[in-house]
């Protein structure tokens, strides 16, 4: 049986490419245009979905946290213009599994999107550092058996400080990942962000925190 696969990309030509390229690949694609359109046609029978992160309508990111929070939970593959490793990050930490950057081969695409179902098991959801764990699909983040209420802008940058396992994330990088992009986020904004992550960390009984270099960012203590 062919797979459903979700293709969300609003660049006509590159859509068709898509289109026709994953039915050769064996698939069976289902386009949409649009964030309101991937998030009307998405259900439990797809098997993946490819997603472009710049929509006319939504940031891509943006969509996939709305499919996660509907409980979808099949792997979501990015596609986007930018390279940067925040981000792939903030793919990361908002439900994506994986990230290719454009121009792309078609067949590097269905390599990874045949490697990212396989992987889909909820062992592959969770990632934990110290008594820290964050479920990227359920969107949850437990300290031993305590559940902190997290925003998802919050949610973002205890990804992102975990992602990079205790090196320290620049005050910018950590903006980018945790925001939608363009957003003016001024410096007491993120303390504030960083003060309340602290605080309900500490609430928890974690035995980590976040750590300040002073000038340079924060990291995972
Ligand atoms: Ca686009």
Not at 61 to 77: E, H, K, N, S, Y
Not at 105 to 119: D, F, P, T, V
Request: glycine share 8%; aromatic share 4%; net charge positive.
């Amino acid at each position: 049986m062919r797979r459903k696969i979700l293709v969300v990309e609003d660049d006509h030509a590159l859509r068709d490419v898509l289109l026709r390229g994953l039915r050769e690949e064996e698939f069976d694609p289902l386009p949409a245009p649009d964030g309101a359109t991937a998030l009307r046609l998405a259900s439990g029978e797809l098997a993946a979905a490819v997603l472009d992160v710049g929509l006319p309508d939504a940031d891509g990111r943006d969509v996939c946290q709305a499919l996660r929070a509907g409980g979808l939970t099949f792997p979501v593959i990015f596609l986007t213009a930018h390279h940067r490793l925040t981000d792939r990050l903030s793919g990361f930490s908002a439900g994506g599994d994986d990230y290719l950057p454009k121009p792309f081969h078609l067949a590097e695409l269905a390599a990874r999107l045949r490697a990212a179902i396989k992987r889909a098991s909820p062992a592959h959801t969770t990632t934990a550092v110290g008594d820290v764990r964050l479920d990227a699909v359920r969107h949850r983040c437990t300290v031993g058996d305590t559940e902190l209420a997290l925003t998802p802008t919050e949610f973002r940058l205890l990804a992102v400080l975990m992602a990079a396992s205790g090196d320290v994330v620049r005050r910018r990088d950590l903006v980018r990942a945790a925001w939608p992009e363009g957003a003016r986020v001024n410096d007491n904004t993120l303390d504030q962000y960083l003060t309340r992550l602290r605080r309900k960390l500490r609430e928890a009984g974690s035995t980590r925190g976040i750590g300040t270099a002073r000038g340079i960012g924060h990291r995972l203590t």
